[in-house]
T-cell receptor, first 112, second 114 residues
Framework: SQQGEEDPQALSIQEGENATMNCSYK?????LQWYRQNSGRGLVHLIL?????REKHSGRLRVTLDTSKKSSSLLITASRAADTASYFC????????????FGKGTTLSVSS | EPEVTQTPSHQVTQMGQEVILRCVPI?????FYWYRQILGQKVEFLVS????????KSEIFDDQFSVERPDGSNFTLKIRSTKLEDSAMYFC????????????FGPGTRLTVL
C-alpha cells in the first residue's frame, strides 16, 4: 500500500480555470505538505497543513485536510501558464522521525 | 531568503566509483535529510540525521551509503560503489527547530552512473 497517492495523475486546463488535485494517505499523520516541481528541477514547498487543521490558504492556493477520510486537496484558483508543474503531497507521520512520504504526483498543464 | 544549496548540480560517474554529494542546509537548522527521485518516479526518503547521528533510514539506505556532517555547515551523502540503479536526482532537505515543520529542499544533484 502506498502513502500519499495523488489523483488525477495528469490534469490539463486552460489559463484562468481552477485546478484541483487530491491526495489520499493510509496512516496517521502529524502534517501534510504540498510541493511543486518544475520539470527536472527541485522541490518548492507550497503549504503545510497540520493534522488539527482543516483548511489553509496561501495566495491562490487552498488546501483542505480531512483526517477522517485520510485525504487532502490542493486547489489552485485562476491558474496561469506558470503553474504548469508536477505537484506532490507528502505526509509526515506521528511516528518518531519526520521523514516525508511522497505520492507519485499530479502533472498539471496550463495552456494559454 | 535562506536556502538549502547542493553541489554539484550534475555528477557523472562510472559504475563502481565512489561519489560524494554535498549539501549546505539552512543555517541554524537542526534536522537534515536525503531523498532521491529516480527519473519519472516519486521522491523516496533515504536517511535523516540529527545531533550528529542517523535518526532514521529507509531500506534503500544500505551499507553502500553513508552520511556525514564534517563541519558546522556541510552535510554529505557518500555512495561507496555506485550502481547503474543509483542514477537519480538526490535532494537534501532540512528542518528548523521543531519536528513537523516545513522541510526545505535543495535544488538537487543529478547523478548519472554509466
Amino acid at each position: 500500500s502506498q502513502q500519499g497517492e495523488e489523483d488525477p495523475q495528469a490534469l490539463s486546463i486552460q489559463e484562468g480555470e481552477n485546478a484541483t488535485m487530491n491526495c489520499s494517505y493510509k496512516t496517521s499523520i502529524n502534517n501534510l505538505q504540498w510541493y511543486r516541481q518544475n520539470s527536472g528541477r527541485g522541490l518548492v514547498h507550497l503549504i503545510l497543513i497540520r493534522s488539527n487543521e482543516r483548511e489553509k490558504h496561501s495566495g491562490r492556493l487552498r488546501v483542505t485536510l480531512d483526517t477522517s477520510k485520510k485525504s487532502s486537496s490542493l486547489l489552485i484558483t485562476a491558474s496561469r501558464a506558470a503553474d504548469t508543474a508536477s505537484y506532490f503531497c507528502a505526509t509526515a507521520t506521528n511516528q518518531a522521525g519526520t521523514a516525508l512520504i511522497f505520492g507519485k504526483g499530479t502533472t498539471l498543464s496550463v495552456s494559454s | 531568503e535562506p536556502e538549502v544549496t547542493q553541489t554539484p548540480s550534475h555528477q557523472v560517474t562510472q559504475m563502481g566509483q565512489e561519489v560524494i554529494l554535498r549539501c549546505v542546509p539552512i543555517s541554524n537548522h537542526l534536522y537534515f535529510y536525503w531523498y532521491r527521485q529516480i527519473l519519472g518516479q516519486k521522491v523516496e526518503f533515504l536517511v535523516s540525521f540529527y545531533n550528529n547521528e542517523i535518526s532514521e533510514k529507509s531500506e534503500i539506505f544500505d551499507d553502500q551509503f553513508s552520511v556525514e556532517r564534517p563541519d558546522g555547515s556541510n552535510f554529505t551523502l557518500k555512495i561507496r560503489s555506485t550502481k547503474l540503479e543509483d542514477s537519480a536526482m538526490y535532494f537534501c532537505a532540512s528542518i528548523g527547530f521543531r519536528l513537523g515543520d516545513e522541510q526545505f529542499f535543495g535544488p538537487g544533484t543529478r547523478l548519472t552512473v554509466l
